[in-house]
């Protein structure tokens, strides 16, 4: 028997996903979560689509084998490169992915030129390209491969020099030139004022609430947890060692 029988399985390339997760429990409160962030190896944003397809599938198979009854991809390259095969691989398990907020972004009221910063993986996927091609038609799109900055935010030091550096050599060149941002990595959310404070005051959009939506959705067939049971997390990470879970547990608590 799975130890996680009828949890949420959620995972990412480390904490950012907790961005996620933190809008998981907003929507789904009595469903009990598993979160597994694979910290030994973040960020997947520099890594070949085929290591990163294979770790999904790893720590998809980990969490199904642990009983989990659904999956959520908290991680926008992995939804990227390895959401359709996942689901094409486990056809009866709902699996739930992350992508670029462009649509929401494109659809609001100021959009004529749209700042998306994501990993240097998710700007140069065929999904990414299609997406703008989709939602972008009447915006310019300026996407952002932000290296550096989820291993940056993954130390925990939001007030810091390093972080504050690394955005003004990113995106200082932007501050005033763009009507929105979207956010296209879920470690960013964790830093929304720190952006803010290099591009001025803009409206911010990411893929964490419609994740949270979907995830109900797909669920509401029967799978949804009872109002009467209490939710809850265990985290789990791929760094060994109670710092990284209590590093989670911070990340959890830190507004967005």
Not at 55 to 70: I, N, P, V, Y
Not at 99 to 117: F, G
Not at 216 to 241: H, I, K, T, Y
Request: overall charge negative.
């Amino acid at each position: 028997m799975g130890s996680f029988e009828g949890y949420i399985g959620v995972f990412d390339s480390g904490a950012g996903g907790i961005s996620v997760l933190k809008a998981l429990i907003d929507e789904l409160p009595h469903e009990r979560f598993v979160f597994f962030g694979d910290s030994r190896y973040t960020p997947y944003g520099d890594k070949p689509a085929s290591w990163i397809l294979d770790r999904c599938r790893h720590l998809t198979q980990w969490l199904l084998d642990e009983g989990c009854k659904a999956i959520v991809i908290a991680c926008n390259t992995a939804t990227s490169v390895a959401a359709d095969t996942l689901r094409s691989e486990h056809p009866d398990v709902p699996i739930v992915g992350v992508e670029p907020a462009l649509k929401p972004a494109a659809l609001a009221p100021h959009h004529r030129h749209i700042l998306v910063m994501a990993t240097n993986a998710t700007v140069h996927l065929d999904k990414f390209h299609k997406l703008a091609r989709e939602y972008g038609s009447r915006s310019q799109i300026t996407a952002i491969p932000c290296v550096g900055l989820a291993d940056c935010i993954e130390k925990g030091d939001f007030e810091g020099p390093e972080l504050h550096g690394l955005l003004e050599r990113l995106v200082g060149e932007y501050r005033g030139a763009v009507d929105s941002v979207v956010l296209g990595c879920t470690h960013y959310p964790f830093v929304k004022r720190q952006i803010a404070e290099v591009l001025g005051d803009v409206p911010f959009y990411d893929g964490s609430a419609g994740t949270a939506r979907q995830t109900r959705r797909l669920l509401e067939g029967g799978m949804l947890a009872p109002e009467s049971q209490q939710g809850g997390v265990e985290f789990f990470s791929s760094n060994e060692g109670t710092r990284q879970i209590e590093l989670y547990r911070w990340f959890l608590a830190q507004p967005i």
